[in-house]
């Protein structure tokens, strides 16, 4: 992918960050269930599911 | 006038700065990403400046701008932009001509239906969230005080509705979930992509929190969009507000300079 071409020779992530070790991933996969979750409802409003 | 008469002010205040920026570096980098990003905020501003104006006043052009681009648009556009960013294939073009005939498709909609709105049940004492739908009154449910109702015939049965700008079924509605579901994929999902890619390079933490400070942005207005559609429409413009300021200030820090690009320039992935 371009983004990852473009990684290369760049600044890099301090090491025992707790943001970057501990905060950042976590967002990551919460906001990634979160996404899914919106998509589910507006999957449920296109199908029916949800009355408007 | 309460707070939710001030917050799309401020949100338009944020969308103008933003898309001023976002469209300078297209000028200067011809890069499609920014000018679709550029597009997508833009709407998002005619969104929340038409919020504005619409908490003072009724125009039935604005309720149109504030709809189409507000409502069903803006997320699908912004997020085009990132597909462009992240992936530079021909099939890309394809999925823009969808979109933008998508997009004219529903504007054809919200025409259609607009010499059939219901502008008298407009009050300049709610919301436009909490007023542009005409919901279907469950079993059993009662209709908020004060509220106008009607009973008509809805999918073969009875049903009795709190009356709301729009016409109890109206089409135009049923493409916000489309574009919604696109602009969620593509934005938001592309945000995460993104920072998880520079996150296991360990490489770019400023754009690593860009890219969070993106995705956060744009899920919050999701939720609050959500939220409006289920009938709590009171969120909308504190949600959207947040969401302009973290999607800005994502941005901005994304595209700021580290030391080691100020030695050896690169194109920005999200600046």
């Known amino acids: 992918m371009n983004e990852e071409k473009r990684a290369n020779g760049k600044s890099h992530i301090p090491k025992d960050s707790f943001l970057f070790e501990k905060v950042v991933p976590v967002a990551l996969i919460l906001m990634g269930i979160i996404t899914l979750g919106l998509i589910l409802f507006a999957a449920g409003v296109l199908l029916g599911i949800v009355r408007f | ?271």
């Open chain 2, 1 to 271: 006038m309460t707070i939710n008469h001030i917050l799309p002010f401020l949100s338009t205040a944020v969308m103008l700065v933003f898309v001023a920026h976002v469209l300078q570096r297209y000028f200067v980098r011809r890069q499609p990403h920014f000018l679709f990003w550029g597009i997508g905020l833009a709407m998002f501003g005619a969104g929340s400046f038409a919020e504005a104006y619409l908490a003072l006043a009724w125009n039935k052009w604005v309720f149109f701008a504030w709809y189409l681009f507000g409502a069903a648009l803006n997320a699908a556009w912004i997020g085009h932009g990132t597909l462009y960013l992240l992936v530079r294939k021909k099939w890309v073009h394809v999925v823009t001509a969808v979109l933008v005939i998508g997009s004219l498709f529903a504007g054809y909609l919200m025409l259609q239906v607009m010499p059939r709105l219901d502008t008298a049940v407009f009050t300049t004492d709610k919301l436009i969230s909490q007023q542009y739908g005409t919901k279907v009154l469950e079993a059993g449910e009662t209709a908020p005080a004060g509220a106008l109702t009607v009973t008509t015939t809805y999918r073969g049965e009875e049903v009795t509705a709190v009356r709301g700008i729009l016409p109890l079924g109206t089409p135009v509605r049923l493409t916000t979930p489309f574009f919604n579901i696109y602009g969620l994929l593509t934005l938001v999902g592309g945000a995460i992509y993104s920072a998880y890619l520079f996150w296991r390079k360990r490489v770019m933490p400023n754009r690593v929190i860009g890219n969070v400070l993106i995705a956060a942005g744009a899920l919050l207005i999701g939720f609050a969009s959500t939220l409006t559609r289920l009938g709590y429409g009171e969120y909308l413009y504190i949600g959207e507000l947040v969401s302009a300021i973290l999607m800005y200030a994502g941005f901005r820090f994304a595209a700021r300079p580290q030391p080691d690009e100020v030695m050896q320039p690169v194109p920005a992935a999200a600046d």
